[in-house]
């Protein structure tokens, strides 16, 4: 018995591997879709109808190309960080509070807290195993910009685990059945969205790869397999990004079609940000997260710590 559920688990992580890159290719195409109309060009049309099979043409183009590397880099290190970075933010996935076949997590949301972290080391490495003095420029700042948001992520998941009493992802379903947390903690809301943005280096905080100056920052060197799959672990992070702010704020029913409209709507946001926003400067972004998402978060948590004991003392 114990062996079937286990193959069952496993096949049903399979699956949901298989659906978050099929999504993460639909989405970049999407992304280019979206860009086209920004500036009011068509985007790409030509292979298959309206260019549907473009993303399934791209990623053979890209793993059938050559893979070169750096003759003085590390290249164990240089080879296998892309690999451990794609499955780490393919390891956030098993978050999905479905009530069948996965895993259901108690303690979920540390789980989340420890893989964000542990993605740090893997642009740290990939920038410093090329062994050129770019992409270590790019993954220094990639490392500083990631850290200083997650501080800022951390304490807003923490007023959650406050606010829901407990560490599970279900618990926001039970919480928001009836009232959408994103009318009780609008600022919280926007900060999570503009943190994402800079967790997952989208524009305007893209200075790990800011092209002006960088290139492509920490995956300059990169090619072929390699850049494919930093981009699509760059891209499943989106996805899940966004997964979770319709999961925190906009009701969590999982369960519910118009769950995974919201996810959609969040993702072309992420998009809509980089058409129109232009790259701020970089002392402006780590002003930003130490001196006004840092003091607001942390107001917060002692807020709803606060609203917990008050509440506590009156059923007392």
């Keep these: 018995m114990y062996f079937y559920d286990l193959l069952l688990m496993l096949v049903c992580l399979l699956l949901l591997v298989i659906c978050v890159l099929v999504g993460v290719a639909y989405l970049t195409l999407l992304e280019r879709k979206v860009l086209g109309y920004i500036q009011i060009r068509k985007g790409p049309n030509k292979v298959g109808f309206m260019g549907l099979i473009q993303p ?10 050559e893979q070169t590397f750096p003759l003085m880099s590390n290249y164990i290190m ?4 892309p ?5 780490l933010s393919l390891m956030l996935w098993v978050l999905m509070p479905y009530k069948f076949c996965l895993f259901m997590f108690n303690l979920g949301m540390l789980f989340f807290l420890c893989m964000i972290s542990m993605g740090v080391y893997t642009l740290l490495v990939a920038g410093w195993s090329s062994n050129s003095s770019y992409s270590m420029l790019g993954g220094m700042r990639a490392v500083a910009q990631t850290i200083s948001y997650e501080v800022s992520l951390a304490l807003i998941f923490m007023s959650f685990m406050v606010l829901v009493d407990g ?3 279900i618990m926001f379903k039970k919480f928001q059945e009836y009232f959408w947390l994103i009318f009780l903690t609008l600022p919280l809301g926007l900060i999570w969205l503009v943190s994402s943005l800079a967790e997952t280096n989208r524009t305007p905080f893209d200075f790990a790869e800011g092209e002006s100056e960088l290139v492509s920052g920490f995956n300059i060197e990169y090619s072929s397999g390699g850049f494919a799959l930093i981009f699509l672990s760059e891209y499943s992070s ?3 990004m966004s997964m979770l702010f319709s999961l925190m704020f906009l009701g ?3 369960s519910s079609f118009f769950f995974y409209l919201y996810l959609v709507f969040i993702s072309f946001v992420f998009i809509w940000v980089r058409g129109t926003l232009p790259r701020l400067r970089y002392d402006k972004l780590m002003y930003m ?22 509440i506590f003392s009156l059923l007392i």
């Design 167 to 169: 560490f599970n992802l």
């Design 238 to 240: 989106i996805l899940f």
């Design 289 to 310: 997260a130490w001196s006004i998402f840092l003091p607001i978060s942390l107001n917060y948590l002692f807020l709803f710590i606060g609203l917990k004991i008050f």
């Design 78 to 81: 240089y080879y296998y960080s």
């Design 83 to 87: 690999v451990v970075s794609l499955f």
């Design 252 to 254: 969590g029913d999982i």
């Design 56 to 65: 399934f043409s791209d990623a053979i183009k890209l793993f059938s190309s």
